[in-house]
């Protein structure tokens, strides 16, 4: 179970959030400007926040701001259906996801326990797959006590599908996690860079997925 901060002036979506986050086992608290956010986090804490954008008092983006100078809680934007500029500006700001509204709940809430999940394992030790070690402190890859030469790419990469562990990762939000919101390059590069990565990992190189026309899968089956 969680605790989660939700920040819209729209006092409807927050109380669906709070009940399908319910559903989840998550408690929920919930504030309707940024101000009141900034508040809330001085003197309580949260394991994951979800802020609206466009708000009264205190926007979202001047809100994340003031949160992150005292704070490192992962934050999902919520922003208006093609405002770009509120995206590029999120992430500038250091959320670890958006959201457009409108937005589907199983999609919100897949993004909630699966930036939890990534959350956790980065602030744990390391993580095992049968020889394959993941030493997050060390920001190094291990098989059969061997260190695995990854470049930063390569790492990124497995660490993202890691900690989603089980579930499809786009293409896209490969990409924007990966090389950054913004990448203009050509889309074999992600293609490259997994190739390689099945390589390094030699014989655990099928626990990296493809899942054609959705994106790709960390899966991992103890024999």
């Not at 005292?70 to 959320?95: C, H, N, R, S, W």
């Not at 394992?121 to 030493?135: A, P």
């Not at 090389?179 to 997994?194: A, N, P, S, V």
């Amino acid at each position: 179970m969680a605790r989660l901060l939700v920040v819209d002036d729209e006092i409807n979506i927050c109380l669906l959030i709070k009940k399908y986050a319910g559903h989840e086992g998550h408690e929920v608290d919930i504030a309707q400007n940024g101000e009141k956010a900034v508040e809330k986090c001085e003197n309580n804490v949260y394991d994951l926040i979800i802020m609206d954008v466009m708000m009264p008092v205190m926007d979202g983006l001047e809100a994340v701001r003031e949160i992150r100078s005292f704070l490192d809680t992962p934050i999902i934007m919520l922003t208006a259906k093609g405002q770009e500029y509120d995206k590029i500006k999120a992430f500038e700001e250091d959320v670890d996801d958006y959201v457009v509204k409108p937005f589907s709940m199983k999609e919100l809430m897949m993004r909630i326990n699966a930036i939890l999940k990534r959350f956790h394992k980065y602030h744990k030790k390391e993580d095992s797959y049968g020889e394959l070690v993941i030493d997050y402190a060390a920001h190094k890859v291990t098989l059969r006590g061997v260190e695995v030469d990854l470049s930063p790419k390569e790492y990124a990469l497995l660490t993202l599908l890691v900690t989603n562990k089980g579930m499809v990762v786009s293409r896209d939000r490969i990409i924007e996690e990966v090389w950054g919101y913004g990448y203009e390059g050509d889309d074999r590069t992600l293609d490259t860079h997994i190739k390689l990565l099945r390589k390094n990992l030699e014989d655990y190189k099928d626990c990296i997925v493809t899942v054609r026309g959705a994106g790709y899968r960390f899966d991992y089956h103890e024999e």
